[in-house]
Nanobody, 120 residues
Framework: QVQLVESGGGLVQPGGSLRLSCVAT????????VAWYRQAPGNERALVAA???????NYVDSVKGRFTLSRDNAKSPVYLQMNNLKPEDTAVYYC??????????????WGQGTQVTVSS
């Protein structure tokens, strides 16, 4: 069974950094497009950044220049490096990925979320 697991969240002061990881487990053939979303209390879940299977990235304006997505290949973990964090970045961060397993079944998978809190 294919699953996504996020990690790397925590409490950080404004201006600090965190690196979130999104790892797929199971019999993976490829991890295709991957996106990070976040949901703050009282708000809807919103897209933060996305990366295609071949490394093309997109970011929402509020995180451009501060957040960076990376991946080594189509099976590797996806990392979200978050620098110069602000209190308004506080949210639960979710990874979403389009995954193909070794039987070529395709999944639209979500992780369980990781809490990021930016506070002094």
């Amino acid at each position: 069974q294919v699953q996504l697991v996020e990690s790397g969240g925590g409490l950080v002061q404004p201006g600090g950094s965190l690196r979130l990881s999104c790892v797929a487990t199971g019999n993976i053939f490829s991890i295709n497009d991957v996106a990070w979303y976040r949901q703050a209390p009282g708000n809807e879940r919103a897209l933060v950044a996305a990366i295609t299977w071949d490394g093309n990235t997109n970011y929402v304006d509020s995180v451009k220049g501060r957040f960076t997505l990376s991946r080594d290949n189509a099976k590797s973990p996806v990392y979200l490096q978050m620098n110069n964090l602000k209190p308004e970045d506080t949210a639960v961060y979710y990874c979403n990925a389009k995954i193909t397993d070794d039987l070529r079944y395709q999944y639209d998978s979500w992780g369980q979320g990781t809490q990021v809190t930016v506070s002094s």
